[in-house]
């Protein structure tokens, strides 16, 4: 009887299949090169985020061998999972460094605006005026829907009002939140 590790990658497929986690095991020990090599390339401007992607590849692939067709190219159809699950991860951290500043602007002021009622009032009425500013800057079919939204219209009900799909309110309003996030996080506070 043949060893796992003697065994072809199409043996040891399979058994990971049916959930053998040691055939698994030897499965990514003969591809773990591929998968590093295929977030290395995508990962050049940040390598400290490789060994992560890599866990979070192993992870995936675990988690989808099942799905995988014996008929194809394991080494194409883990490269796919790893790059993707690289681009999923490039995601969140992008999403979290978005959250993260727009937190730091936001908190930064906090000290300082609350220290009394009349200074908080005054912070908080600059920037409603500053946001009714850039609401002015907006592209005319952008401003229009944000300033239904402000009045407290559904996104359905401005869609019935403007004759327009629901899906092209959706984006006007997102493109349009968009640019006035950006244009907060930029103003001096």
Known sequence: MQTLSEGTDNHLILLAQKGDMKAFEELMK?????????ISSKAR????MIDDSVQLALVKIWQRIETFNRTLSFEAWIKTVASSSHIDQLRKELRYQKYRNLYEVETSHKGKEFQDYDSSLEYWDSKKELV????????????QVIRLLFEGRSRKDIAKQLEKPISTIKTRISLAIKKIRASLVHQPC
């Open 132 to 143: 009714l500013e850039v609401i002015n800057l907006l592209p005319p079919h952008q401003a």
């Open 30 to 38: 003969r591809h773990i090169h591929t998968i590093k090599s295929v």
């Open 45 to 48: 401007f940040n390598p400290s």
